[in-house]
């Protein structure tokens, strides 16, 4: 698996490189300039552009397919897919905000084998193989009752689903980042994180940390039970749960659906 490290590692070095110099060079209003539409049908800021162009140029290098939140689907026939999220959280680095991340899953024959993801501008990270052992570092935390976690901000469509989830635990963060916020479930910072209800994760945002929160002895799953897949299809969404525990992630459904009725 060394290779595999070694084409993460490379990508997130690009990724963190194109970071730093886009928030050094660069105007609040450059970076989030909109240069168009995504390979997921939403706009592109020129921030997301800048940083996903050099992992690329790595992925072209090692000959393997993409599936991209910017650039979609890009097939070499190859048995290796490295699928990615360049910038997850664009929103804050285009406004100053240091809470964004890069992230990467390598799949070979449709099977994730490790996962990378890297806090930008920083030297914290996520890495887990597929091999792995399972080391418990997430908290024992198993009802809402007394819980800390992080939500997705609250929109019209959700307001009724996240206010009954955030007035069942003890303290709400919303960091606008779904990988890094997954990231301190991993590591015991948070009980966990959820979109209560609003289908708006794809795969790249889900598939880079699907390892790191299984070996870290927590769960990942859909708010409807739908499961995760690999198609190149970015139009597909979920609601992401993930939590310490079944039974906290249990709790979190039932409170969001509730808050739907």
Not at 17 to 43: C, Q
Not at 82 to 87: G, H, K, R, S
Not at 150 to 160: D, G
């Amino acid at each position: 698996m060394g290779a595999v490290t070694d084409l993460l590692e490379e990508m997130a070095a690009s990724a963190d490189v194109a970071y730093r110099l886009a928030m050094r060079t660069l105007s609040r209003s450059e970076r989030s300039m909109d240069i168009g539409l995504g390979g997921d049908g939403t706009p592109t800021m020129h921030l997301d552009r800048i940083i996903e162009a050099p992992v690329l140029e790595v992925l072209e290098r090692a000959g393997v397919n993409v599936l991209s939140e910017e650039v979609g689907w890009v097939d070499r026939g190859s048995a290796v897919t490295a699928v990615i999220d360049p910038v997850d959280g664009t929103a804050n680095s285009a406004a100053g905000v240091p809470i964004s991340a890069f992230a990467a899953a390598i799949a070979v024959d449709g099977r994730i084998v490790e996962c990378l993801s890297l806090w930008l501008g920083t030297t914290k990270r996520w890495h887990s193989r597929h091999d792995d052992p399972v080391r418990r570092t997430v908290t024992d935390r198993t009802s809402l009752e007394g819980a800390e976690m992080c939500m997705l901000r609250p929109r019209p469509e959700t307001w009724a689903s996240w206010s009954a989830v955030a007035s069942s635990v003890a303290r709400v963060r919303v960091l606008g980042s779904s990988v890094i916020e997954a990231g301190l479930v991993a590591d015991g910072a948070v009980d966990a994180f959820c979109d209560p209800g609003g289908d708006v994760h794809r795969i790249v945002d889900l598939a880079p940390m699907s390892l790191v929160i299984e070996k870290a002895g927590g769960v990942m799953r859909d708010l409807h039970g739908r499961p995760f897949t690999l198609e190149p299809d970015l139009t597909l969404r979920w609601s992401g749960v993930v939590a310490a525990s079944q039974a906290l992630a249990d709790g979190i459904i039932e409170t969001v659906l509730g808050g739907t009725k």
